[in-house]
């Protein structure tokens, strides 16, 4: 999808705050006092996957007793309220006009943290799955985030077979469980080979769908594999009964 094409997407109720419905700053879909519900994913945040941390320490609980396949992930807000929201409206709403905003805020996470990826793909959903949404809300973020820095997306690269969705209410293990098996390569593969793969999601969670997608892309010989998300959950602890 060409760039131009994406215009189409601009909000048609102009500079309007998604929380509020007043005057928006110059993103576009935030006002001034509205953007402080969106709560930037810096500080202590975990080496490997990039969550807020919950403790003074370099790993989350999550990265340090799993295995995770993916070299590093790194997210722009912590997902709660205003991220959330966003999401929410983008994602089941489809307020397709999100997407050139969300993809700018996670291209500025890529800039900073030095991410250097060769090639992106999109966590892929499965086509039923999309034709029931209506689009392909990883495959959008993707077509924005090429434009903007300048990376080839490989649509297809990687598929998803079966669908796991119902992954809310599972373990951390049990997550990892469902999603083993669930994806698979696409006709685009061969463009993994050798490459910096840089796999585009919405949010991270436990990170096992990163993993599962991960896995698939180091199977295609990639060299290498990051994860951007605009959104994740905050680690949390799994001795007091957390996710994993
Ligand atoms: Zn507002
Ligand atoms: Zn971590």
Redesign the pocket.
């Known amino acids: 999808m060409a760039v131009d094409r994406l215009t189409r997407f601009i909000s048609p109720a102009g500079a309007v705050c998604v929380f509020c419905g007043g005057e928006a700053d110059g993103c576009g879909v935030v006002c001034e006092k509205c953007r402080s519900r969106l709560t930037e994913n810096a500080g202590r945040v ?1 080496k ?2 990039g ?1 807020v941390l919950i403790a003074e320490e370099e ?2 609980e ?2 340090r007793n799993h295995s995770r396949v993916f070299d590093l992930a790194r997210s722009r807000y912590v997902y709660e309220d205003g991220a959330r929201k966003i999401i929410t409206d983008y994602k089941y709403g489809k307020a397709l006009y999100l997407a050139k905003v969300i993809a700018h805020d996670m291209a500025e996470v890529y800039a900073a943290a030095d991410m250097n990826c060769t090639v992106m793909i999109n966590a892929p959903a499965t086509p039923a799955r999309v034709k029931e949404r209506g689009f392909d809300h990883t495959a959008l973020l993707c077509e924005y985030l090429s434009a903007e820095l300048h990376i080839p997306f490989a649509a297809d690269a990687i598929v998803k077979k079966k669908d796991n969705s119902a992954q809310a209410g599972l373990s951390g293990a049990e997550r990892e469980e469902n999603v083993l098996g669930a994806y698979g390569r696409g006709e685009n593969a061969k463009r993994l080979r050798g490459a910096h793969v840089l796999i585009v999601d919405d949010v991270l969670t436990t990170g096992a769908t990163a993993s599962a997608v991960a896995r698939e892309a180091y199977k295609c010989r990639a060299a290498g594999v990051k994860v951007l998300t605009y959104a994740s959950t905050r ?1 949390v602890n799994i001795l007091s009964g957390g996710e994993i």
């Open positions: 975990c490997k996957c969550r790993y989350c999550t990265c680690s």
